[in-house]
Nanobody, 130 residues
Framework: QVQLVESGGGLVQAGGSLRLSCGVS????????VGWFRQAPGKEREFVGA????????YYADSVKGRFTISRDDVENTVYLQMNSLKPEHTAVYYC???????????????????????WGQGTQVTVSS
């Protein structure tokens, strides 16, 4: 059974850092595209970044470039979102999402559209205080 589990959220002061984890089970991880999204109260779900597949390209929203870093561990089947220099406006529930790619899929295959992803975690709360 497919399962995505986010962890690592919490309360931090502005300027601090957090590392979120997305553990994946029930999928072939090497050809699994993973995206990170966030949703603040009253706002639409927003693309944060994505990694296309194992060894694939990594993409970031302009708003987080230079602050957030995505990586993946193919042994632990986990994708990470390292968040540095956090600001109060980063407060949101952060979700990871995944989609299985074809074995021949290009290394840059991803989407900023949440509807493209079929699998979702339940989210982890990130709160940044001023």
């Amino acid at each position: 059974q497919v399962q995505l589990v986010e962890s690592g959220g919490g309360l931090v002061q502005a300027g601090g850092s957090l590392r979120l984890s997305c553990g994946v089970s029930g999928r072939t991880f090497s050809t699994y595209a993973v995206g990170w999204f966030r949703q603040a109260p009253g706002k639409e779900r927003e693309f944060v970044g994505a990694i296309a597949r194992s060894g694939g390209n990594i993409y970031y929203a302009d708003s987080v470039k230079g602050r957030f870093t995505i990586s993946r561990d193919d042994v632990e089947n986990t994708v990470y979102l390292q968040m540095n220099s956090l600001k109060p406006e980063h407060t949101a529930v952060y979700y990871c999402a995944g989609r299985t790619l074809a074995t021949y899929a290009l290394y840059y295959k991803y989407s900023t559209n949440p509807e493209w992803y079929g699998d979702w975690g339940q989210g982890t709360q990130v709160t940044v205080s001023s």
